[in-house]
């Protein structure tokens, strides 16, 4: 029976609000950015008020008979059609182009979907659905989706075997239902902010919806260099992007789509087997049985297709399995053609140790397989990484170039459809590291004869040192502390877990992180790819056997090794070696590419303001004695063309918000000058910047008229008569009267200091954060000291940020680094109780005077605070672990110490005592140290919170 698939890309805009709109032109440009994801087929859906339009693009047809749901008109038509719901789809052709598997696709002129992926046993659902009384027009899985769903509803997920990224609109509810499968091969990306809800296969796709902002996300960066890929988390390296979340659901109706991350249910799991059952030979055969029994069905499922089907072929276990049992099943059903299989191969001088070829024409010449095999050149590479950065969407730490080459050469070839082995290393015990718990959890008797069966193993040696090691710690009892220190450094993994656990941890971790890599550069060129060892069976399988049966004697992978034994070569199943798609980078970044490669770090200003690239030329040459510096290096790479192709050329991130600029100044005569410079270089500029000149008595003023006489948005004001007030009180005054000024509409307002500067794209990487239905106003000072008060607000009608939102900036001496009353509680709390948004933004700027006067008067304060309080606010700890990682730290260090000091005094000594000598001498002390630092050229950059901006 032939099937209409539903590889594709989809795309949609929600408006929580159910304000109507016209959609058509956005959800079109959306389904054009993935037009490679599905280049066959487009459709489109606008909803409004439960009314459904259908409507085609320039890549439908309509040929013979056609379904109720497939169009008759463009979607050009619809350019100033309100709705309140869009759907967009793109089509790749897997088994025919029949109209009836045209998407959105209807069921009972009720329900209304978009679906991404293959329900590989649709045909045993029909048929019990059939059973049950539902009637198909057609034969594709998208209908049984629709037709498991009506039968029941969200436990219809438990029944498909498949991979998928789905969402149906039931218009009789006004419901949505979106999920994704249960391994997440399948991607589906999301915004939800300022009222509409934009979903798409891609992040590009979400990119193209006008009303989209979003910025490089500073914490996944972070995290990125620190730490490297995790493309696992629902967090993305764009700012309000988000992934869905994989094996869940989320249903509800369309009100119900609150802001932010949604919160979805999770419908499967799977646990782990923690037994320390020992090996029993006759278990061991009985679990090869159900194992190889399990596989090949699992590959009958996924050849369904009327287009030939392929391999991205590497020659090691897991894809000559899935050749064995193609060519078995073919064999029974024989097609006339042969299997072709497509490899990476490096058999020049410099590449030979990634090179495969040896065990790939093996393969072939006992399959009799139609081999394809590319050597990719390191003259190709610098295009190839700019389509993979685009592909990958998020930085990557490879080339990933064996990916791009294969499913490109698949292509080349004919193939649109290819079975591939990911996922066994993860649930068999295929990587090396796995000895290390593999030693750390034997019994002490069994470990010098395992060590010894190890040592014949390629690369083994060093985690095989690193298992005993662990061993002998927990035989110590130190397995606790060693925990401890572990988690202090930053480290995921746990030597002391057993191996099931480790597996359990990298399937659903580093394993969906390659699943991004095949499904992102298999569908940046139009290919399927289609995993039989991720067939939830087998998942479930795996995990429950004991850990006894994986490694053993010296092999990683012991049973399914046995499993294949007499069934593939023995030099491909007792093969000893372990490579996956080795890529020859050292190589190329050491030779032929280390001056690109250097140029590219070099210049982009994305990592300089960063703090990277200076120093990539003496990294690159010491690189080839350090795997991990290679890495760092390629992570620089990645990240320079990832800021280059997504944000260099971008338009302003602003859209249609409009921002004033407020800033309080006194005697900056010395660094106004870079401030005003660094402004008037914005790639975003403010529609007015009011500068309150606070009675300058140097040559403040002079500049500022010269700068204000050159540009009209400028605008010079001479602050209130001067009083005798504390400092932080005048320049809230100061700033209020600046906010009276202003006498235009906007959106944000940002308070900044006259003596600082920054980099060009600083305005709008800040305005990106606020989108025109999620106002915020920015300012400085305390909500419930000396704060700009609800009154401030309220004094200028039409400047809608500052009257709808406020940020409560919390700042106080040094760059706002310690706030007189902690962010988190009272501030925070403060802003909340008003209905206000609260955020922290990490942005950069170099501060150009010193600060060290003000170290003593902040420290005296958190003094007071400890005795007032009688407690220990933890935000002195919550700011040195995430604020001041790169700022001058050791005289900030002795604010919570300031506080500590006065707590003890408080809750101990039951009094009030002068500031403590030896305190006042170590300030002095670091005074002395921050100024020698200044006069000696170090730059200080201060982490702040946008309230700051200055």
Known sequence: MKANATMCGIVGIIHTSRQARPLAEHVRRMSDVIAHRGPDDEGYLLAHAQQISIFGGAHSSQRGH?????????????????????????????IDLSPFGHQPMSYKERYWIVFNGEIYNYLEI????????????????????????????????GRFNGMWALVIYDRERDTVFISRDRMGIKPLYYYNRGGIFVFGSEIKSILAHPDVLTAPNDRYIETFLREGVKEFQDETAFTNVFRFTRASYWHGSISQISPGQLKATTFWSVGVNTSTERFEPQRASQYAVQYRALLQDAVRLRLRSDVPVGTAFSGGLDSSSIVHFIHELQRKQPTGQKLKVFSTVYPSEGTRGCDESEHINLMAARYRLDAHSVEPQAAQVPEKMQNMVWAMENPQESTLMSYMFTYELARRNGVTVTLDGQGADELQGGYRYYLINHLANLPAKSLWHE???????????????????AKLLNLFGLKKTCRWALRVMGKTSDP??????????????????????????????????????????LAEFWHSIPSSYKIRAGWTKY????????LLPDEITWRRDKMGWEIPQDYWFRGELKEWLCRTVENSPYLHSRGLGRDIRQQVDHSYTDHKRMKSMLRQLNLALWHRTFFQNRPTLAGDLTFVVISPVRN????????????????????????????????????LARYAAQHSWIKIVLGPELQPKDYSSRVVELFNFGLSQVHIPCDIVVKLDGDVSFDTTFFANIVSEFLHNDRLGIASGHLTTNGIREKAQTAVGNTRGATKFYRAACLSDIGGVFPHTSWDTIDNAAARAKGWETRMLPFEFEHLKPEGGRVGSALYNHYRTGLSNGRVPYVGLYFIAKALSKSLTRPLLLGPVAQVLGYIQTRFLQKERPFPEFVTQQIRKEQKTYLLWRLTGRRTNYPITVGDVG
Request: proline residues 4%.
């Open 66 to 94: 056609v379904p109720t749901y497939y169009p008759n008109m463009s979607v050009t038509s619809a350019s100033s059609l309100p709705a309140t719901l869009a759907f967009g789809f793109r089509r790749l052709a897997i």
């Open 451 to 469: 060590y010894k069966s190890l040592s014949t193993m390629p690369g083994a040696r060093h985690y095989a040192h690193m298992g005993i090691v």
């Open 126 to 157: 029909k048929q019990e659905l059939e059973a049950a009384g539902h009637i198909f027009q057609s034969q594709s899985d998208t209908e049984v989706i629709l037709a498991a769903y009506d039968h029941w509803g969200a436990d219809c997920l």
């Open 668 to 703: 900056e005569g010395s660094y106004i000058e870079a401030t005003l410079q660094s402004v008037i270089e914005q790639t975003v500029k403010p529609s007015m910047w009011i500068i309150v000149d606070d009675h300058s008595t140097d040559q403040t003023a002079n500049i």
């Open 496 to 537: 002391f877990a057993c191996v099931n656990e480790r597996l359990h941890h990298d399937y659903f971790n580093h394993m969906v992180t390659l699943l991004h890599y095949g499904d992102h550069s298999s569908m940046a060129h139009s290919v399927e790819v289609r995993y039989p060892f991720l067939d939830y069976r």
């Open 559 to 566: 049973m399914a090794r046995g499993a294949m034994d007499g």
